[in-house]
């Protein structure tokens, strides 16, 4: 399967443009199969959606959901800086703080072991699905009509080629 190509970012224009402080950037090339994902400094992330309409719409989506997320209770990183009007780069991106943390794989933990981890998830889970109000910008997210993440990967990748 052939993603589509990745964005290219001028990184000094993103921290000129959002007035950011950050030293040394670098792309994590381990994470990010819908963004092109780099660390700014220690402190935070910049996610950038590969240059084709489905990428795109789950970056703004993404834009919504994530304040409205927090405002519920959720814990995911804040959204530090965003921009939509693809001047910088021909597609929506945000900064995010960085949260560090390792997998309980990478640090040789059993799932089992980790039972306040997973019901710390399904608590956020739980505030997801029954915290945030679907209305307005957020009533996109209800759909009857939901595929499979592989299933649209397929057929995005298969679009490209």
């Known amino acids: 399967m052939e993603l589509p190509p990745a964005v290219d970012v001028d990184l000094d224009v993103v921290k000129e443009r959002h007035g950011l402080r950050f030293d040394g950037a670098h792309q994590l090339t381990q994470v990010g199969i819908f963004n092109t994902v780099y660390a700014l400094g220690d402190e935070l992330i910049l996610r950038v959606p590969r240059n084709h309409p489905f990428f795109v719409e789950a970056a703004r989506k993404e834009l919504v959901a994530v304040p409205a997320a927090r405002a519920a209770g959720v814990r995911t990183p804040a959204i530090v800086a965003t921009d939509d009007s693809c001047?910088?780069?021909?597609v929506p991106y945000a900064v995010?703080?960085?949260?560090?943390?390792?997998?309980?794989?990478?640090?040789?933990?059993?799932?089992?072991?980790?039972?306040y981890v997973w019901r710390a998830f399904g608590r956020d889970l739980a505030r997801?699905?029954?915290?945030?109000?679907?209305?307005?910008?957020?009533?996109?997210?209800?759909?009857?009509?939901?595929?499979?993440?592989?299933?649209?990967?397929?057929?995005?990748?298969?679009?490209?080629?």
């Open 128 to 161: 997801t699905h029954t915290g945030i109000p679907r209305a307005g910008l957020l009533a996109a997210f209800q759909s009857e009509d939901v595929e499979d993440a592989w299933t649209l990967l397929e057929g995005v990748a298969g679009a490209g080629t």
């Open 96 to 115: 995010y703080e960085r949260v560090h943390g390792e997998s309980l794989e990478a640090i040789g933990c059993d799932p089992e072991e980790a039972a």
């Open 87 to 90: 001047e910088v780069v021909p």
